[in-house]
Every structure is written in structure tokens, then in C-alpha cells.
């Protein structure tokens, strides 16, 4: 639903949030990403987002002037302190903030949000973000949205929904077969993730352009058990991540780099 059929209202605003926490699925998130991209409404909600996070990750301090310290300190010595017993905090923006009640702005779902903001961990970096849909792919019913060992059926499986068109290959001659590949959602935009097997292993590797032009030589990393390799090349960027050993899922990256 358009925002602009809404007055300048979208049920779907709340979800802006939501990524923000890391809260949706990639399936969730692509969706988002599909409709903001014509909602002014989660287009605003977002920057706004944006723009608080930035603050909150500033420097917000500035200590007092000297003579303003002073005169509080003065006011306070004057003050009786009456006793008083201690009550809980309360937020009351949360409690109006509900899925179901119709009709909110967007001016107060993101003063909930900007709360929320000051509560949330740390955004993500990429490895922590390909081994966490990893992780998530590997639940039972979400590993592949098209499952196929023949690269002609998973390449064009992707045309329409992402806005890019994926390299697909299979290496099952080198051992690493192909058996499908999904949409996933990572650094803030949808990607193609292809799903290969190794033994008993799953290998899954993310993939979405690169805006540098230079190749990349592939790096390794290591996070929770699961070894990652990423490089790019030929205007992609490629994640690999899985709990092979290192050296098997180095040379899968290899035989990717080689060319076809």
C-alpha cells in the first residue's frame, strides 16, 4: 500500500523500525526494502531513523559553564528536599504505540522510535551479518526459495526480484555441488545468496555488486564457529560463509576466482 493512498499514513512504517533493531527476517526485509522504495512515508521514517542514530552515536556531552554551575550548586544548597518515595519510570509514548491502533502519525512512531534508539546494540558489521542469515538459513524450510542443481534454473529464478543479475555456477565436479540459492536481505538492501554443499555442510554464498572496479583478493575471517571467505570480482562482491574447514571453503572461493 502506497503512502500516498493513506494521506500521508503507511501500516507498513512500523517495520522501518523493526530493521533498524535487526528484528526482520530477510524474506520481511527484502519486502520492506521493495515497498519503501515507493512510500514517501517509510522513505522519511528512514532518514529520520538515520539522522537520530547519528546523534546518539555523537558526542552529546558539553559540560556546563563554570558560572552556571555555580548558581545551580547555590540554588540547590538553598533548597529544602522534601522526602519523597521512589516511582518507577514510565514511557508513556510506548503504551499508545500499538500495531493495531489505527490512525497514528508518523511524527509519533518515530518519537518511539528515537527511544528505542538509545536501547539498541550496535549495528552489525558485514561478517556478523552473513554468518546471522547464515545461521538463520539453516532452520528447517528456509535455505533455499528455489532448489535446483542446474545453474539455468537457479539464475533466471532471480530475475524480477532483485535489480541485478546474479553469476551462478556449479562446481560439483570440484566438490562443492550447487542446490539452490534464495533472496536474503544484507547491508541494507536484498542480495542473491546461492546454497552449495559440501559432505554435509552447507556453503552458502551472498553476492551483490560491487561499486569498485578493482578485484579483490579473498580474505578469511572467522566468527562463532563458521569460517568466512569474501572477495570480489568482475563488479561483485562474494561472501562465503560456512562450518567446513578453512581450507576446503578457501579452495571453493579458488575455484569461483577461476574462470569460467
Request: overall charge negative; charged content about 20%.
Amino acid at each position: 500500500m502506497m503512502a500516498g493512498d493513506m494521506n500521508d499514513r503507511c501500516d507498513m512504517v512500523l517495520l522501518v523500525q523493526a530493521e533498524f533493531d535487526g528484528e526482520l527476517d530477510a524474506a520481511r526485509a527484502a519486502d520492506l526494502a521493495v515497498h519503501r522504495a515507493h512510500c514517501p512515508v517509510c522513505q522519511a521514517a528512514e532518514a529520520e531513523l538515520t539522522r537520530a542514530r547519528e546523534l546518539f552515536q555523537g558526542d552529546l556531552y558539553q559540560p556546563a559553564p563554570d558560572d552556571l554551575r555555580e548558581r545551580i550548586l547555590a540554588q540547590l544548597d538553598l533548597a529544602t528536599p522534601a522526602p519523597t518515595l521512589a516511582r518507577p519510570r514510565r514511557f508513556p509514548h510506548f503504551a499508545a504505540w500499538r500495531p493495531t491502533m489505527g490512525g497514528f502519525g508518523l511524527g509519533a512512531a518515530c518519537a518511539a522510535a528515537i527511544m528505542l534508539l538509545v536501547l539498541s546494540p550496535n549495528q552489525q558489521n558485514l561478517t556478523e551479518q552473513v554468518v546471522a542469515s547464515h545461521v538463520r538459513a539453516l532452520q528447517p524450510g528456509h535455505l533455499e526459495d528455489v532448489a535446483s542443481t542446474d545453474q539455468h534454473t537457479v539464475k533466471p529464478w532471480f530475475d524480477g526480484r532483485i535489480d541485478f543479475a546474479p553469476p551462478v555456477r556449479d562446481f560439483a565436479a570440484a566438490g562443492f555441488p550447487l542446490i539452490g540459492g534464495r533472496l536474503d536481505y544484507i547491508e541494507g538492501r536484498p542480495v542473491a545468496a546461492l546454497v552449495y554443499q559440501r559432505g554435509k555442510h552447507i556453503i552458502d554464498v551472498y553476492v551483490w555488486p560491487e561499486a569498485a572496479t578493482a578485484a579483490l583478493r579473498p580474505t578469511t575471517d572467522e566468527l562463532n564457529g563458521y569460517n568466512v571467505v569474501h572477495w570480489t570480482q568482475d563488479g561483485m562482491t562474494f561472501w562465503a560463509v560456512s562450518d567446513v574447514e578453512p581450507g576446503q571453503l578457501r579452495a571453493f572461493a579458488a575455484a569461483w576466482r577461476k574462470p569460467s
